[in-house]
């Protein structure tokens, strides 16, 4: 049973960083496509950024563009989503996400739908 543990939220002023983890266990394969999501309240989960296997290739949705870097340890089974320069519209809580998916798929699965195992979410909170 595949299970994420995330880690890394908490409060911090506008411009600050964080950086957030998630440990991935009971992989059984490892073609995983990794995704970080958010919602904040009253708002659909959003696809923030997704990184495949061998780290050859990366998304990141147009409002976190060079602010955010998303990066995976396979010998740790971590991935890591380091966020600079925050505002407070990136205030959510954050999920990471797993998503079955061929190490050399070129495909982005970027809908909540796709992903079969979520963590439990960390809180972002970014002060104005």
């Known amino acids: 049973q595949v299970q994420l543990v995330e880690s890394g939220g908490g409060l911090v002023q506008t411009g600050g960083s964080l950086r957030l983890s998630c440990v991935v266990s009971?992989?059984?394969?490892?073609?995983?496509?990794m995704g970080w999501f958010r919602q904040a309240p009253g708002k659909e989960r959003e696809f923030v950024s997704g990184i495949n296997w061998p780290s050859t290739r990366t998304y990141y949705t147009d409002s976190v563009k060079g602010r955010f870097t998303i990066s995976r340890d396979n010998a740790k089974n971590t991935v890591y989503l380091q966020m600079t320069a925050l505002k407070p519209e990136d205030t959510a809580v954050y999920y990471c996400a797993a998503h079955k998916l061929s190490r050399y798929s070129p495909y982005i699965p970027a809908t909540s739908n796709e992903y079969e195992t979520w963590g439990q979410g960390t809180q972002v909170t970014v002060s104005s």
């Open positions: 009971g992989l059984t394969s490892s073609d995983y496509y």
